[in-house]
C-alpha cells in the first residue's frame, strides 16, 4: 500500500515561492508515477506535474510551465513541487497523487489514474 504525506503549504503574497514536498512509503518513489494535482474553490482537480523514473517522463499543465518544476529527492523518498512566481490564481489545496502501473503520456492529468492521494497541502496567495 502507497502512502503519501503532503507538506510545505502556507500563505505567501503574489511573487513569492514555495516548495511543497509529499513523502512516499510503501514505494519507491522515483520508481511509480508521482503527479501534483490542485484544486481550487469551486474548480475542478486539476493535474500541474507529473514526473516517472529518471525524468524522462516529466510534464507539466500549461498553465504553470515556466514557473513549477517538479522533482525526486531518491534518499529521502520524496517527491518536491517548487513553485516560483506564485500568482493568486494558484491559490488551491494541493495533492501528491501516485500510480504504480503504466499512464499514458496524454492521460497523464487525469486523476481517475492514480489510485493513491495524500490529504493535501494548503496553499494562499495574496495579491
Known amino acids: 500500500q502507497v502512502h503519501l504525506v503532503e507538506s510545505g503549504g502556507g500563505s505567501v503574497q503574489a511573487g513569492g515561492s514555495l516548495k511543497l514536498s509529499c513523502v512516499v512509503s510503501g514505494a519507491t518513489a522515483s520508481r511509480i508515477y508521482m503527479a501534483w494535482f490542485r484544486q481550487g474553490p469551486g474548480k475542478e482537480r486539476e493535474g500541474v506535474a507529473v514526473t516517472f523514473a529518471d525524468g524522462r517522463y516529466t510534464y507539466y499543465a500549461d498553465s504553470v510551465k515556466e514557473r513549477f518544476t517538479i522533482s525526486h529527492d531518491i534518499a529521502k523518498n520524496t517527491l518536491y513541487l517548487q513553485i516560483d512566481n506564485l500568482k493568486p490564481e494558484d491559490t488551491a489545496m494541493y495533492y501528491c497523487?501516485?500510480?504504480?502501473?503504466?499512464?499514458?503520456?496524454?492521460?497523464?492529468?487525469?486523476?481517475?489514474?492514480?489510485?493513491?492521494w495524500g490529504q493535501g497541502t494548503q496553499v494562499t496567495v495574496s495579491s
Open positions: 497523487a501516485a500510480s504504480i502501473n503504466y499512464i499514458i503520456s496524454t492521460s497523464w492529468s487525469d486523476p481517475d489514474k492514480y489510485p493513491y
